[in-house]
Nanobody, 119 residues
Framework: RAQLVEIGGGSVQSGGSLALSCGVS???????MAWFRQTPGKDREQVAA??????RTTYAEVVKGRFTISRNADTLYLQMNNLAPEDTAMYYC???????????????WGQGTQVTVSS
């Protein structure tokens, strides 16, 4: 069973940057990995995803050009630049999609890390 642990959340002012990491253990292969975020009262939304086979990436329109997803064998990363208050959310990493990477659903989830952007 895969275990995912996110680190790197925190507070930053608008226009600043944060980098999230997600360590993966207990699993030998995941076809896709992704970052999601959720704010209270709203559905969880996929921020970015990356395919294992060809490292192809997909991004939500609202983060294109500001966020970059990447990975190595056992760690998933999310570099977030030019952050805005609307990016404030709990961020989750996820592994192994039932369908295409941008479709999900995902099987394994981390516990989440809070990102807060102040204006």
């Amino acid at each position: 069973r895969a275990q995912l642990v996110e680190i790197g959340g925190g507070s930053v002012q608008s226009g600043g940057s944060l980098a999230l990491s997600c360590g993966v253990s207990g699993y030998h292969y995941a076809n896709c990995m992704a970052w999601f975020r959720q704010t209270p009262g709203k559905d969880r939304e996929q921020v970015a995803a990356i395919a294992t086979s060809d490292r192809r990436t997909t991004y939500a329109e609202v983060v294109k050009g500001r966020f970059t997803i990447s990975r190595n064998a056992d760690t998933l990363y999310l570099q977030m630049n030019n952050l805005a208050p609307e990016d404030t959310a709990m961020y989750y990493c996820a592994a192994d999609s039932v369908n295409l990477c941008h479709d999900g659903p995902y099987i394994y989830w981390g516990q989440g890390t809070q990102v807060t952007v102040s204006s």
